[in-house]
């Protein structure tokens, strides 16, 4: 079993069952990604990501263990329904064995990966791993440091700063085959003693209160409607003075927005923000925002060079196992709403006030 000393505590909640053995009486093991139970528990084993049958789950909050029942209390079933909607949106049937398929066919050694046979697809986020390292830079973390991930992914970022600044990085996202993925890679990249990663809601996180160094959200709050709660429960696990990133797409003005794009299909599940509203957000929260910086020219040129790229064909490994054929058209539409100027793409550095 990995060591996991000094990586944020995830222990299993109610509902789930530990890494070394299942809690819950007549439940059993059958493979690395599923379990059987003969009651109603929704059994998913959060060190190992153990991924449940989907027949077996219980409502979306078994899934969230305690976080999802408090999540329940705090936004009713609206809040339920929303999140469900936001991790389906984001699952990708097969994705793990489409991404190791993809990793074999550049050469890699998938069973001792290296970081960087990871960076095409690893940080799903515009200008990927690019944007990763700048933003990174403007955090100004250093070794030890628990820092905290909120909307994890698959984990490229988390792995960025748990190899290159040595942090102790807690990663969290909806989307439970994104953490299964998170850890496997982690596992096969020899970083799971630096970074663990669990299913949770960004409302109601699985940790005690002043925990984090530092944290950081790269396209995540776009889908959060709650962004009062989300900034609160972000401020709850961090110390005074701790650093805040924040890496979002922000709307420009209230005209409606051109759909699909990469975070929702619809304007369901799409909530955004101006600036100057993410500014009192913030602000209200706990935090002095110290700097923000426009990166939508950066956006653009990202999206130049994708475009080429799709015109030569589909990669083995790349954005596309993420999205899935969609993408394109994903793509085309947020270049027109930045063109149109209807979206900037934003980040901003905050300090939580002590």
């Not at 700048?134 to 984990?155: F, P, T, W, Y």
């Not at 669990?198 to 699985?206: D, G």
């Not at 530092?214 to 650093?243: C, Q, S, W």
Request: contains cysteine.
């Amino acid at each position: 079993m990995p060591d996991t000393r000094g990586v944020p505590d995830m222990k299993p909640t109610t509902g789930t069952c530990s890494s070394v053995a299942f809690e819950r009486q007549n439940t059993s093991a059958v493979s690395d990604n599923q379990c059987v139970t003969t009651n109603t528990t929704c059994v998913f084993d959060t060190r190992r990501a153990r991924y449940v049958r989907q027949e077996c789950l219980t409502p979306f909050v078994s899934e969230l263990g305690a976080g999802g029942e408090r999540l329940q209390k705090i936004g009713g079933q609206n809040a339920m329904k929303l999140e469900s909607e936001v991790a389906q949106h984001y699952g990708v049937e097969g994705l793990l064995e489409r991404i190791l398929a993809g990793l074999e066919a550049t050469g890699a050694d998938v069973r001792h990966l290296q970081p960087e046979d990871l960076s095409s697809f690893d940080e799903f986020h515009v200008g990927g791993h690019e944007a990763t390292v700048h933003a990174v830079k403007r955090m100004s973390l250093s070794e030890d440091q628990q820092v905290l991930d909120v909307g994890c992914g698959i984990g490229g970022a988390a792995r960025y700063i748990a190899s290159e600044v040595a942090c102790r990085v807690a990663g969290i996202d909806l989307t439970p085959a994104y953490i299964q993925i998170a850890q496997t890679l982690t596992h096969r990249v020899g970083l799971d003693d630096k970074a663990a990663f669990e299913v949770a809601s960004a409302l109601a996180m699985p940790f005690e209160d002043e925990t984090f160094d530092a944290a950081f959200t790269f396209h995540v709050a776009m889908n959060i409607r709650d962004r009062e709660g989300l900034y609160r429960e972000i401020a709850r696990v961090m110390k005074p003075g701790a650093t805040f990133c924040v890496y979002d797409v922000m709307k420009k003005n209230e005209e409606a927005l051109t759909f699909p794009v990469p975070w929702a299909p619809s304007e369901y599940t799409s909530h955004l923000t101006t600036v100057d509203e993410m500014r009192t957000l913030l602000n209200d929260a706990g935090f002095e925002v110290e700097e923000v910086e426009d990166r939508t020219e950066f956006a653009q040129a990202f999206f130049r060079q994708k475009a080429a790229a799709v015109v030569d064909g589909p990669q083995p490994l790349g954005l596309e196992a993420l999205m899935g054929p969609s993408m394109p058209e994903k793509f085309r539409n947020v270049v027109k709403n930045m063109g149109d100027e209807r979206i900037v793409v934003v980040q901003l550095i905050a300090t939580r006030k002590t």
